[in-house]
C-alpha cells in the first residue's frame, strides 16, 4: 500500500470517526428525557463518549494530511479538494480548543455535522495530487493558507454557536409579526443547510450511477481589430443537463427520467466554459434540497427549527452567546494575519505587487471588515444575543462564498484553487 493509499483510508476512517461522534452527540441530547440517570449524568456521560470518538477522528484527520504531505511532496492545500478537507481538520481544532474552555457538550451536535458536510463537500472534487504551479511554490503559500483557515475555523465555531442560540431563544410556539419573522429567517438557514447536503447528495449519487453527458461549445470573440476567433470547448457534466451550454451540441448524454435532451439553453450573458455546468448544479442542489427539505417537514410534521428547539431546553444561553463571541474574537487576528498580511506577502513574492484587486482578495477584505464591524457592534454598541448571534450565522456565509463562490462562480487568479 503506498503512502497515499494509506492516507485516503486515513480521510475515510476520519469521516466515519465524525459521524459516529455526530451520533453520540445526538444520543447525549435526546436520550436526556428517556435515560435512568439524571438528564446531567446522561449529558456529561454521552457528551465524553462523543468527544472521544471525534477526538479519534481528528487523529485519523490529522495523520491524512500529514501522510498525503509527505506522499504528494508538498502541503495539501493546493486546490479545492485539499483545501476544504484542511479546512475541517482546523474546525475540529477549533472546537477542541474552545470545548476544552467552556466545556460544553452539545456545541459538538452542531460543530460536528458542519465538519461532516466540509469533509463530504470535499470529496466532491478530484482528488489526485497536482503539481503546484509556480506561484504556489513558496513558503508563504502554507503560511497564509493555514493561518486563515483556521481563523476561518474559529469562525465556523461561532457560526454553530450562534445557531445553537438562535435554536434556543427563538420561540416556535409565538405567532406574532416579530416571532414568525425570525421563525423564517432560522429555517430559512437551516433550508441552506439541507440544499448543500442535497447538492453533496446529488453528486455522488449521480458519479455512483455513472452518469454522463457531454456537449461542445463554440466561443466567438471579436479582437479589437475586428477578427472572429473561434474556439470550440468541451464541457463534462456529471448531472442530468437541465440547462446546456449556450451555443453547443450535444456529444453524448445518457437518458434521464425520459429526457434524450436538456431541457433548457443557458442564456448568452453567461460567459465561461463552466457557467452552464454551475448553473446546472445549483439548480439541481434546489430541486433536491425543496425534495429533501419537503420529506423532512413531512416525516417531522413541524418545521425542522421547532423539531430542534427541545433539544436546547437547559442549555445556558448566555453561555453560548459567549461562546460564539470568544470563537470569533479568537479567529479574527488569526484571520487578518493570514488572509490579509500574510497573503499580501505572498502576493508580492508571487506577483510583484501587494494588491490588484483579484476576487478572492477583495472577498478576504471583504469578510475582515464583516467581522472588524461585528467586533465593533459587540462591544462598543452593546449587540449581544440575537443580533450577535445573526451576525454569525450571516458572517459565515460571507467566509463560504469567499471560499467557495470566489473559487467556483468569480474567475481571477485564484481560480486554480477550484480545479
Known amino acids: 500500500m503506498s503512502l497515499l493509499d494509506f492516507s485516503s483510508d486515513a480521510f475515510i476512517a476520519a469521516f466515519f470517526l465524525y459521524c459516529f461522534g455526530f451520533m453520540f452527540y445526538g444520543v447525549s441530547a435526546l436520550g436526556r428525557k428517556w435515560s435512568n440517570r439524571s438528564p446531567e449524568e446522561h449529558t456529561r456521560r454521552w457528551g465524553r463518549i462523543a468527544y472521544a470518538v471525534s477526538i479519534l477522528g481528528f487523529a485519523a484527520h490529522v495523520t491524512f494530511f500529514i501522510t498525503r504531505w509527505i506522499g504528494g511532496g508538498h502541503i495539501p492545500t493546493s486546490n479545492m479538494y485539499e483545501f476544504m478537507t484542511f479546512l475541517a481538520m482546523a474546525i475540529m481544532f477549533a472546537f477542541v480548543v474552545v470545548n476544552a474552555i467552556y466545556r460544553k457538550p452539545l456545541l459538538g451536535l452542531f460543530t460536528l455535522p458542519l465538519t461532516v458536510i466540509i469533509v463530504a463537500f470535499a470529496a466532491v472534487f478530484p482528488q489526485e495530487v497536482q503539481p503546484l504551479i509556480p506561484a504556489l511554490q513558496s513558503i508563504w503559500l502554507k503560511i497564509h493558507v493555514t493561518t486563515a483557515a483556521t481563523g476561518e475555523a474559529f469562525f465556523a465555531v461561532g457560526f454553530a454557536a450562534g445557531l445553537m442560540y438562535l435554536l434556543r431563544t427563538v420561540d416556535f410556539k409565538k405567532t406574532d409579526e416579530r416571532a414568525r419573522r425570525e421563525q423564517r429567517w432560522v429555517e430559512f438557514t437551516l433550508y441552506v443547510i439541507v440544499v448543500i447536503i442535497a447538492f453533496i447528495g446529488s453528486v455522488f ?215
Not at 448566555?318 to 479568537?330: K, L, N, P, T, V
Open 205 to 419: 449519487a449521480f458519479r455512483g450511477a455513472g452518469y454522463e453527458a457531454s456537449f461542445k461549445q463554440e466561443n466567438v470573440e471579436i479582437s479589437d481589430t475586428g477578427v472572429d476567433n473561434t474556439t470550440t470547448e468541451t464541457v463534462e457534466y456529471s448531472l442530468p443537463p437541465i440547462f446546456k451550454p449556450y451555443n453547443s451540441q450535444v456529444v453524448s448524454m445518457d437518458a434521464f427520467l425520459g429526457f434524450k435532451e436538456p431541457l433548457m439553453e443557458t442564456p448568452h450573458w453567461m460567459k465561461g466554459v463552466n457557467a452552464a455546468r454551475k448553473l446546472n448544479t445549483i439548480t439541481w442542489s434546489v430541486i433536491n434540497g425543496t425534495i429533501l427539505y419537503g420529506l423532512l417537514r413531512l416525516v417531522l410534521r413541524k418545521r425542522i427549527g421547532a423539531a430542534i428547539h427541545p433539544l436546547m431546553d437547559g442549555i445556558d444561553e448566555d453561555d453560548i452567546d459567549e461562546i460564539s463571541y470568544r470563537a470569533i474574537a479568537i479567529g479574527y487576528p488569526i484571520f487578518m494575519l493570514g488572509a490579509l498580511i500574510f497573503a499580501m506577502i505572498w502576493a508580492y513574492i508571487a506577483w510583484s505587487r501587494f494588491w490588484g484587486w483579484d476576487p478572492k482578495e477583495v472577498w478576504a477584505l471583504i469578510t475582515w471588515l464583516y467581522y472588524t464591524a461585528y467586533l465593533h457592534l459587540r462591544l462598543s454598541r452593546g449587540w449581544h444575543g440575537a443580533k450577535s448571534a445573526w451576525l454569525a450565522v450571516i458572517g459565515f456565509v460571507v467566509v463560504m462564498f469567499t471560499l467557495i463562490g470566489v473559487n467556483l462562480v468569480l474567475v481571477g487568479l485564484h481560480s486554480y484553487a477550484g480545479v
